[in-house]
C-alpha cells in the first residue's frame, strides 16, 4: 500500500476481527515508526506491546474501559523517557560524525536539557514522541491492519501496572488489529480554513 493510501485509508477502529497479530508484522510497523525524526535525534519513545488477556483486562479499566482496548488483539502504549535517553546520549549520535562534532554533542545536550526540569524535558519529549506516533498510525496502516490512537486513561495506574518510574510520559495508547467495523469517513477542515500563502 502507498503512503497516500495508507493515509486516505486509516481510520480511528474500535471494533476489530478476533486474530492474533504476528510477531513478525509488529516489529515491522515498529521499526517503521522508529524512522521518524526528532530533535537532536534523540528518539525518546519506548514501546510497550500488550497482548497477554490479562494485562490487557487492566490495561481497559486503566484507559477508561475503550471497547477498543478490549477488542484489540495488540494495544502499544507508546512511551516517552527522556532520562533513559540523556543517560544514553551516545546512541542517537550518528557514528559517521567527526570525533570533534561527537564530543560537542555528548556535552551540549545533557547541558541544554539539564538546564530544564524533569516536566520540561518530559514535555520536550512527548512533543517528539508525537511525531513517532504520526509514524506508528500509517505504518500499522501500510501493513494492512488497523488503528484507535487514544488519550483516554489514568497514566498513574497506567505506571504502576508496567512499573514505570514517574518521569516517564505516556503520550497515547494503539489499539491494533484488523477492523471488524468501517468506522468514520474522515470530517477535516477544508484546506481554506487552515492554510495561509503569503
Ligand atoms: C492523540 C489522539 C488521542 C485520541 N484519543 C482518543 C480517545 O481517548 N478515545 C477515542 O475513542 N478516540 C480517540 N482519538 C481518536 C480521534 O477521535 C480520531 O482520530 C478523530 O476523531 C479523527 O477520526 P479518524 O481517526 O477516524 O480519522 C484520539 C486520536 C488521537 C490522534
Known sequence: MSVKEAMETRRSIRKYAQEPIPREDIEEMLRLASLAPSAWNIQPWR????MDPEKKRELHLAANRHPQVKSAPVVIILTSDMEDAIAHIEECIHPDMPEEGKQWLKETIPKVFGAQSAEQRGQWGVAQSNI??????????????DSSPMYGYNPERIRQLFDLPSHVQIPAIIAIGKR???????HRHPLHRIVRYV
Open 47 to 50: 514501546f510497550i506491546v500488550v
Open 132 to 145: 513517532v506516533l504520526g509514524y506508528l498510525l500509517i505504518a500499522i496502516r501500510s501493513l494492512g491492519y
Open 180 to 186: 471488524a467495523e468501517e468506522g468514520h469517513s474522515h
